[in-house]
């Protein structure tokens, strides 16, 4: 199969990114483009870090398992983004180094007593339902708090920030109220709770990242426009 498009795409997402960044007066801000990679074939991997790509996601063990099985995924650093049985959590922590999707503190507790045993610290963000989806996981926003003094207690895991997925919305900009709504969230835990490291946003999708680098994010999960075939790859685009 043939990888080529993979730089045209990776290329168009950075223009996008520093363009958001300039328009919102971020210029200069590190943002990491996480490649989701579940919908594309293992062989993609070399392809996308010959482009520059470090950071890739998948959200299922079953699908995650080949990827990690091919040779090029020991160039990665791995994020977990899809919701997590506590049965898998086994095979989760030694191959991933981020976890998105901390969605309720009994999984906290299952992934950092795992990463105990083999001597890791994994870094996690706590997935928020801004948008109160009755089908979407993630702690409510007025549960935040008490879950963020939960697990940044917890010996094995490092708490980093917050993750969420906006609503499938007609135009990215109706999903702008859900970004500013978990950037300020972010401000205000790591403010009351002081801790400095608490200061990554994992937010934006190949349909609405512009709008969520606006906003603050520090991560954006893109798939479709990364790895898509090309008429795949319309979103962030056509705002
Ligand atoms: C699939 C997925 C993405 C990427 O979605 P695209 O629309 O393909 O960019 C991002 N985040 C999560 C949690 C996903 O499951």
Redesign the pocket.
Known sequence: MDFEYIADHVRRVRENVNDALVRSGREGAAVNVIA?T??APPEVLPALFQAGITNA?E?RWQVAREKLAHPGAKQFTWHF??SLQTNKVKYIVPRFDWI??VDRLELAEALSREAAKTGRTLKVLLQVNIAREPQKQGFHEEDVRRAAELVAQLPHLELRGLMT?APKVAHSEEARPVFRALDELLRQVREEMQLPAFDQLSMG???DYPVAVEEGATMI?????LV?SADATQ?GQNR
């Open positions: 989701v579940k919908s996601a959200n983004i899809g998105h999707s997925m999708m190949s349909d999960r893109v798939g479709r426009q898509g979103g």
